[in-house]
């Protein structure tokens, strides 16, 4: 019998590279097919439908999207076109197709004002452009799509690609102290942690009848600050790291000062296992 299908956008980026890390211990389960930016360039609606009905896919997981935050306030154009229409092409070619897609959103839908866990049914107020257009892309997602799951998650990290772990280590060996902002308050998340929710839910085979927005990151409700105090403490970095507030670091885009969400929903409907903020961001600089 054809092992099914699994198509995963962004191969270059961290998710879809722990994705493809982790693939090979579901080999005998699943084919794959990974693709980047040469392979299938997003911003092209035609060619995304065609590459699809070309490939016949059982799931797609998208984890492509156009994440420079601060770049994004001058080109939303690029930002709509990437992660807005191209999944909502996706959800619309699945949902003909009998293709469950598996859709990546993030916390920056929120805006923070609410100062509690967000739940996934809590009401959206993206601060930027960036944040417009992943919530745009939710939205059209589950307009074109019945059975579609939207993972939101947050501070991402991995031993792969630009992020903020590899950026924290390069500053502390460079510097003998840095500045962090100390009144964000949010979630890390280790895609490698992600990449395994996700092959959890395609394992699970739990049917859909609806398509649900689901939240995923590791536990913790730490600041940027406390984040890169436990990079140094694990990096063993001999750097002094200083709380600043979010008005000494001013970035074209605005940002949330709170953004933990809950994550119970992914738990109860597919199993997965939250895991600690701490040992998820050992294991990583370990591999670094
Ligand atoms: N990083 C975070 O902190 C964070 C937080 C919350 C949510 N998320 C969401 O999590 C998901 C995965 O993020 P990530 O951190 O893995 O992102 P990433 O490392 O920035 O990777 C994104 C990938 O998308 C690809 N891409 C961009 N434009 C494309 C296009 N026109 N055609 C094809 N591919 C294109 C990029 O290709 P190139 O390598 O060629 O540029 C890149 O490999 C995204 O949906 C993101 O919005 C991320």
Redo the contacts with the bound molecule.
């Keep these: 019998m054809t092992k099914p299908l699994i198509l995963v ?9 722990e994705l493809m890390q982790l693939s090979e211990q579901f080999n005998n389960q699943f084919n794959f097919l990974f693709v ?2 040469n392979e ?4 092209n609606s035609d060619a995304i439908a065609s590459f699809i009905k070309q490939h016949q896919p059982q799931y797609i997981v ?6 420079a935050v601060d770049k994004a306030e001058t080109e939303q154009e690029l930002a709509y ?3 807005a229409t ?1 999944p909502a092409v996706m959800a619309k070619v699945c949902a003909e197709m009998g293709c469950k897609l598996i859709h ?5 839908v929120f805006d923070g004002e609410k100062q509690q866990s967000y739940l996934p049914t809590d009401a959206i107020h993206p601060l930027n452009v960036y944040g417009s257009s ?1 919530a745009a892309g939710e939205k059209l997602v589950a307009e074109n799509s019945n059975d579609a799951v939207i993972i ?7 031993s792969h ?4 772990v590899k950026a924290m280590l390069k500053l502390m060996s460079d510097r003998p102290e840095i500045n962090v902002v100390a009144d964000q308050i949010g979630c890390p ?1 280790y ?1 490698a942690d992600l990449a395994e929710a996700i092959m959890k839910i395609i394992c699970s085979n739990v049917v859909s009848t609806s398509t649900k927005i689901y939240h995923y990151s590791n536990t913790g409700n730490i600041s940027w600050f406390q984040f890169a105090q436990a990079i140094q403490e694990i990096g063993e970095k001999d750097c002094k790291v200083n709380p600043i507030p979010s008005t000494a670091y001013p970035t074209p885009a605005k940002r949330s000062n709170y953004s933990v969400m809950d994550t119970s929903d992914i738990e109860k409907d597919f199993g997965v296992e939250i895991k600690d903020w701490k040992k998820s961001l050992e294991k990583c600089i370990h591999l670094l």
């Design positions: 956008t962004g191969k270059d980026g961290q998710l879809g590279f980047g930016r299938l360039d997003l911003s998208n984890c492509a999207a156009y994440t076109a990437i992660n191209a990546i959103s993030t916390d920056y992943k939101r998650t947050s501070w991402v990290y991995s690609g630009k992020n903020f998340t895609a």
